[in-house]
């Protein structure tokens, strides 16, 4: 079966510092990979989503990046946060376009503050 | 482009009552339609999607909704709630085909004793 894992699960880290969280899918290839943030009454953002290796789109023009180094690797990374980018961060996986129905699986989220 | 309401921020509601959370979606094209479900500090979880077909979609844990093509509406809905349903319900939306799914604001169910 497929699983989807996330880390860290809780950060705290102060303004102007790095920034990297990593999902890992298991028991699947090729899936289509995205980064949501959940904002307090916002709902679900799309920040960014993937395809394939290397194969990165980014939805909203931010202080974020996300890179694919590996089929099932998907990070998500910033030089420097700023207290505007604390959140919940959800990693999530889809089957490959082309048969399939958009459903998503959702990684556990790390929940970022930034101080 | 496609877009989701979620008409209620809040719904309390006593336990053993029936509930109906409001969703409405616009779109030029052919869309999936989908509830979610997030417990607290949780990714979420799929509770049913509507694709093609009947209707009348029933998913886990006693949930069902109704596709409304002349409405754009797509509520959910439980005859009897209990406390553990308490989570927040997001309603979503994915062109038919496509691979991005665009979300409602959610709705916070909370079910009281």
């Known amino acids: 079966s497929q699983t989807i894992h996330q880390w860290p699960a809780t950060l705290v880290q102060p303004v102007g510092s790095p920034l990297s969280l990593e999902c890992t899918v298991e028991?699947?290839?090729?899936?289509?990979l995205y980064w949501y943030r959940q904002a307090a009454g916002r709902g679900l953002q799309l920040l960014f989503y993937?395809?394939?290796?290397?194969?990165i789109s980014s939805e909203v023009p931010q202080n974020l990046s996300a890179s694919r180094p590996q089929d099932r690797q998907f990070i998500l990374s910033s030089k420097k946060l700023l207290l505007s980018d604390s959140g919940f961060y959800l990693c999530?996986?889809?089957?490959?376009?082309?048969?399939?129905?958009?459903?998503?699986?959702f990684g556990e989220g790390s929940r970022l503050t930034v101080l | 482009a496609q877009s989701v309401t979620q008409l209620d921020s809040q719904v309390p509601v006593f336990e053993e009552a029936p509930v109906e959370l409001r969703c409405n979606y616009s779109?030029?094209?052919?869309?999936?339609l989908f509830w979610y479900v997030q417990y607290p500090n949780q990714g979420l979880q799929l509770l049913l999607k509507?694709?093609?077909?009947?209707?009348l979609v029933k998913g886990i844990n006693g949930f069902e909704a109704e596709f409304n093509k002349s409405q754009t509406s797509f509520h959910l809905r439980k005859p009897s709630v209990h406390i553990s349903d308490t989570a927040e319900y997001f309603c979503a939306v994915s062109k038919t085909g496509g691979f991005k799914t665009i979300f409602g604001a959610g709705t916070r169910l909370f079910v009281k004793a």
């Open positions: 509507y694709l093609s077909g009947s209707t």
């Open positions: 999530a996986w889809s089957e490959a376009a082309g048969g399939v129905t958009g459903e998503l699986f």
């Open positions: 993937s395809v394939g290796i290397g194969q």
């Open positions: 028991g699947t290839s090729n899936p289509n």
């Open positions: 779109s030029s094209v052919s869309v999936y």
